[in-house]
């Protein structure tokens, strides 16, 4: 991997016998208070750093350890202990629902459209961050304009290869400058890992909203709560801890 940062956690934890991960810090259902109560600390993490986590670690144990930040490392996680493994020449990405269009894109397609390219910090909302991640996508909100809305609509949903992660976003929060579907991170292809070839990217809310391996987009007419969401986790997880739909900082994006 590049830069020998490796994505051990890229969503929050949930009980161990439903989220089998290759981490070994022990697993906690996070509900909205605790998910307000991290967020904070990860905001702190940004001061105390990894050597004051590692301390905490040693001394509580990495249950708990594990929800303060340090480190420039990604965490790898899947939910179910796989990592989809799709080739360029395989990989579609079907748009559906409330459009005006439906359509299924090749990753030749989505490198045709006009590329953003950003770098930005990764952040969980246990607290772990990597900062200075290069990524290169398109716009969702391109891809929305590509197959056209249909009046009514409300929200997106989003599936995964893996067969068990699920997502939502408002219209209004898929349309952000920074929300991109990615294809490159870290200077190249994203991997699978990495929830590659191509993932979500919600550049101003925590990284469970970054769905991995994007399979398809349905266009709805009201917010369906995701795998993480179903489990605790707010539906809008922005970087500053709030949970309400729309962007409390514009800064963020």
């Keep these: 991997m590049p830069d020998e940062r490796l994505e051990r956690l890229s969503h929050p934890p949930i009980p161990a016998d439903s989220a089998p991960t290759t ?4 697993r906690m259902p996070v509900g909205r ?12 993490g940004v001061v105390i750093g990894a050597r004051v986590q590692n301390r905490i670690a040693s001394s509580l144990g990495t249950g708990l350890g594990g929800l303060f930040p340090g480190g420039d490392h ?3 996680y899947s939910l179910n202990g796989v990592y989809p493994s799709i080739s ?4 579609r990405l079907e748009v559906s629902g409330l459009v005006e269009r439906p359509m299924t894109f090749t990753l030749g397609d989505l490198e045709a459209m006009p590329a953003t390219k950003m770098v930005r910090t990764f952040q969980c909302v246990t607290g772990w961050r990597v900062n200075d991640v290069h990524w290169v996508g398109v716009r969702l909100s ?9 009046s009514g609509a409300v929200a997106l949903s989003f599936e995964s290869y893996d067969g068990a992660d699920t997502e939502s976003l408002t219209l209004e929060q898929a349309r952000l400058p920074d929300v991109i579907v ?4 870290l200077g190249e292809r994203v991997t699978p890992e990495h929830g590659g070839p191509v993932r979500l990217y919600v ?6 909203k970054s769905l991995k391996w994007l399979s398809a987009i349905r266009v709805v007419d009201v917010v369906e709560p995701g795998f993480w969401e179903r489990n605790g986790y707010p539906v ?3 970087l500053d801890g709030t949970t309400g739909p729309t962007n409390p900082d514009p800064r963020l994006t």
Excluded: C
């Excluded at 360029?88 to 990989?91: E, K, L, R, V």
């Excluded at 391109?142 to 249909?150: D, Q």
């Design 236 to 238: 809008n997880g922005w």
């Design 182 to 185: 990615a294809y490159s991170m």
């Design 88 to 91: 360029a020449t395989q990989y």
């Design 142 to 150: 391109h891809i929305l304009e590509t197959v056209g809305v249909k």
């Design 23 to 26: 981490d070994r810090a022990s």
């Design 33 to 44: 208070r605790v998910f307000l109560g991290v967020a904070a600390l990860g905001a702190l």
């Design 203 to 208: 550049a101003p809310m925590y990284g469970y």
């Design 74 to 76: 990604f965490r790898i």
